[in-house]
């Protein structure tokens, strides 16, 4: 008897939280709505890219929970390092409104918190190797994570999504008639020594 085995390497890691509670307020969403909004490309987001830092505390507080638990499990860092959230913004798409395909500069890890959202809900995510992949394209029968260029990943209302910033996303076009779709997107940076001395290649982030 033969014996097959297939196994998937370097993958991308997705981690996802879901919050038993509610962490914003909606006099707060329409307070920093009302500081003033301004059109991306296809949705709308506020002007103010901070928002983190004097809004929303017990969410921040649930994000920087979940961004130690990523950095543990996932990166697993040799030395001492602190991540924490550099800008953080509210995203709105209104009906029509959609985000295009894009990644996050100057960011380790990128994360959204989604406060509503419309039914069958996703985020599309990018593989970095589908131009690689498609040189030869063959037709699927169907899609998996081996031979998909890209990927859909529902979300759901007070749930939080962490994902390497350099990973390409995208947003499908609000279909709702009624409905915005509202979500806090936040990027990270770190501080601690990178690299090591010995080898030429040591970073000291302060």
Same mark, same amino acid.
């Given at each position: 008897? %033969?014996?097959? @085995? ?5 993958? =991308? ?16 969403? &329409? ?8 059109? !991306?490309?296809?949705?709308? /987001?506020?002007?103010?890219? *901070? =928002?983190?830092?004097?809004?929303? /505390? ?11 638990? *990523?950095?543990?499990?996932? =990166? ?11 800008? !953080?913004?509210? #995203?709105?798409?209104?009906?029509? @409104?959609?985000?295009?395909?894009? %990644?996050?500069?100057? !960011? ?7 406060? !509503?959202?419309?039914?069958?809900? /996703? ?9 690689? /992949? ?13 031979? %998909? ?11 939080? =999504? ?5 990973? %390409?996303?995208?947003? &499908? ?13 936040? #990027? ?10 010995? @080898? ?7």
């Amino acid at each position: 008897m %033969s014996f097959q @085995e297939i196994s998937g390497i370097f993958p =991308i890691p997705i981690y996802v939280a879901k919050s038993d509670s509610d962490l914003t307020s909606k006099e707060e969403i &329409e307070n920093i709505i009302q500081e003033g909004i301004h059109k !991306s490309a296809g949705n709308s /987001k506020t002007n103010n890219s *901070y =928002i983190f830092d004097k809004n929303f /505390k017990e969410l921040k507080q649930f994000c920087e929970q979940h961004l130690k638990k *990523y950095v543990e499990e996932i =990166i697993n860092p040799k030395e001492e390092l602190d991540f924490y959230i550099t800008q !953080s913004w509210l #995203n709105i798409n209104k009906p029509g @409104e959609f985000h295009h395909e894009h %990644s996050h500069s100057n !960011s380790i890890i990128s994360g959204v918190f989604y406060i !509503s959202n419309i039914e069958n809900d /996703k985020i599309t995510l990018m593989d970095p190797n589908s131009k690689i /992949k498609d040189q030869i394209h063959v037709s699927p029968k169907a899609f998996t994570p081996f031979n %998909s260029t890209c990927w859909f990943f529902p979300v759901h209302q007070s749930e939080l =999504i962490l994902f390497p910033s350099w990973l %390409s996303h995208k947003v &499908e076009r609000n279909e709702n008639a009624t409905t915005d779709r509202i979500s806090i997107s936040f #990027n990270t940076f770190v501080k601690g020594t990178l690299g090591d001395i010995d @080898e030429s290649t040591e970073l000291i982030l302060k």
